[in-house]
């Protein structure tokens, strides 16, 4: 192997020797710990800037939005490993984040690559951002493709935890051209009588963008704020499981059909 | 199956519906959103309690503590994995937590677990804590087994977390009987000359289970710090990847020798 | 970093050149395809031995026997990942997986540890191992602890998987010491009329260490077969889902209750 | 919840009772155990029929073609997942497989994806094959999509495994239209003194697909035979590691950068 100085790999973000621990530049126990919050020190791993109090507010409540949701798949399938492995709260986290993919958190990066798809200048007047707006969707409708971050089963009017976000981000004067351009997006799809909400995840992936989150991190950010939420589940399930409960269900319910017919495509 | 109210489970994590979400018996985006930090929120979810502002101020700086370690076997992990399965991040954080296991994140709990076998006064005498702590360390020394917390390959003698952890702690007058234990175990293991440093895990342990933190709950508080810095790597892996030079420096280094001896025990 | 020969690490599991391709010193291509069955493979790369047909078919059986346990809570978490991640079915099998840990698959490691504690002759009489197990289940009643690999909740008086194996075990002239110790253990336990079940998990890990496979390796082995049966409950997850039933079931039949009374250990 | 027989789901993959096991309509242990090999059982896991003798040799051969490739860096995720929890070997499986994803064994499904937008006769003509090759690879060409299945950065011209696989093919008469299709594709590709070889992971493609195995089961089938080799080098972790080497090599060689240019993608 060659150790050449020039063809090592870099990297910024921590290191350890036995007098200090530097994350990102910063001196971990001076700099960071008691001075930064957590959710600041998120923010400073995935933009390598600490925010300004403006920015810690909105990304804090971005995360705090996202940390849980109820029994969903995510939460159900960490507490079922949980079952099965419950000296490896580990195995049951991760389980629970494995299910974090396209069908649910992939929202937030598959929101912020489409809007950054498109260069809009910060003060881009409101009728540009319509017109940009109505060719994105016109695009999106010739090629087949849905739009992310619009629509939700539940909230079908609004979810309030959009709304709840915008607010917080027009406090901190934090609203940009991604959030903008995802507001012309939702008037763009939508028709007389007939609002279709922003998600979620769509409305976070707009303004992680405004806060210049690399498109890569999104999903990232979105994932460790769902890992406190398995976590307070895995908690919950050592004091009053449903694990087996669960197990239980599904075995009386699910009819055994025997053998199928045959999988093989080549019959079809 | 039975769907009698009496024998369906139960839970207090959280509740979706059109009109509102609630987490732990919070409104959701009344009550957190905004107004409590995303640290404050993963407390809420793991104690059922919404944290004071010291207790705020301490989780954070463990949670800040624990985030990031440079380039561990966990954060190697998740780059490997990255490398194979770029599409999946879930895939590649969860890859590292897995690493999450009793040789590091593990402290955490058995410090907590070591600690709570003991129910120590809140007005407890240092001359008491010392003679508990002197009975402890004995027990541990007669079945053979190692105390944890203590001890670390890097900071032989101080951990800087450790000193910081503390200071914040007696800042917000947070020093509890679990803390000052652990102290004692650190002064009986000892020797004049040879101070055995508490680490990160064991002082980590010990406040948060002063902070009434259940102990079920201390590696998994350990996993949303760690997911936080292995989503900085993985970021980071996408500009300026490493994994495969990790991946051509072990095809380099490592001897392929052949048919090594059976692993057959029944030889041995 | 130093590249001196005698400290490299060394591998016999496999190497890849332009040319060739190795496996624990076969060649690939030659050796292996084509004339070794998966299985074999399997044990070859737990035992750097190839097997021979007896251990080959007793090797199949014992993983055919694992395959698959219909819809356990392992099964249920790598659809309800499925649902959540469908162009990640790595992450959905891997969720299954991780449930694999001390309640179910354990007990194949558990086992052979157990048995292994003992060094017993390939010739010891009937009666020698008859005292074995009497001190061995004595020793365990004494200290408190649960004898792995037996009793099942649904299979109460015999397994059927076990009779089985055991059948097959003997055509091929495979039942070693382990195994027989196994039996005398149970025979320890049960009391007249009231027969203790050897699970498959006991059984298994008794047959794997008689055929020489180490005790680090029992768990891998079962994780393997595993994979089989996730990798079939996935596929048909595609073709008829019902993770999307089973987060249904779970929202409409777990009671939210609010806020629970405080976790804290402390007002315990 | 409703419970009306209608609504319930459905499988064919188990069932467990009292008395009897069953997998995909088979009694196990009457049917399966001794009598089918373990390859058989994963076939019928993932197409609902059991093999015939042919097609069990070929489907042994992908099986063990695929079961490893040495350092790579699934292993190596999965030798440092042991590092750190050395108590969960199922962590560190799943670490391993979590690797699986579109760089490597997604080549598998990539490449039955794009054989099976094509309906080709079983009795198609090499003359037919050439054209609809040429078209596809055409269209492909247009859409700047890279063809899958085929290039290799170490076997350049030839994979010795595909030579392997397709002369057992030959043998067993189990080379179909897919993999013919395969075949006229790399000439397609190819130019005069620059053959593109075909890599294993698009003739384990072609063949399956051959075989009537699912596309959705393709990269599930790798992903057992992966396991398989993951546990072997976990074994092998257990006895010589290589683990904490490859760490300290990391710490050893990565450059720490403090601070990077900001990663904010505003600034760009």
């Known amino acids: 192997m060659t150790t050449q ?17 530097e994350v990102c530049g910063h001196d971990l126990t001076r700099d960071l710990m008691g001075e930064v919050d957590f959710a600041g020190v998120l923010f400073l791993l995935v933009t390598q800037r600490l925010p300004d109090p403006g920015t810690t507010r909105l990304f804090n409540a971005v995360l ?40 649910f958190l992939g929202v937030f990066e598959d929101t912020g690559r489409m809007l950054r798809t498109i260069t809009v200048s910060p003060d881009a007047q409101d009728s540009d951002l319509e017109s940009i707006a109505d060719t994105l969707v016109d695009d999106y409708a010739k090629r087949g493709k849905r739009i992310p971050g619009l629509g939700h089963p539940v909230h079908k009017t609004a979810d309030p935890r959009v709304t709840r976000l915008l607010e917080i981000a027009e406090q901190e004067k934090l609203v940009g051209p991604n959030t903008r ?3 012309h997006v939702q008037r763009a799809v939508s028709r007389p009588g007939h609002l279709v909400p922003i998600n979620a995840g769509g409305i976070g992936g707009a303004l992680l963008c405004d806060l210049g989150v690399d498109t890569a991190a999104l999903r990232g950010v979105a994932l460790v704020s769902r890992a406190a939420g398995l976590v307070g589940h895995l908690v919950e399930e050592t004091h009053t499981p449903l694990g087996r409960w669960l197990w239980d269900t599904a075995e009386h319910n699910v009819n055994y059909v025997g053998s199928s017919a045959s999988l093989d495509p080549r019959s079809a």
């Open 5 to 21: 100085q020039q063809q090592r790999p870099t990297t910024s973000i921590g290191r350890s020797t036995a007098e200090s621990i």
């Open 64 to 103: 705090v939005a996202l940390a849980d949701h109820g029994l969903t798949p995510s939460a159900l399938a960490a507490r079922l490993t949980y079952t099965g492995a419950p000296e490896a709260i580990q195995g049951a986290v991760s389980a629970g984040l494995l299910g974090g993919g396209s069908v």
């Open 181 to 183: 351009l995802m507001q």
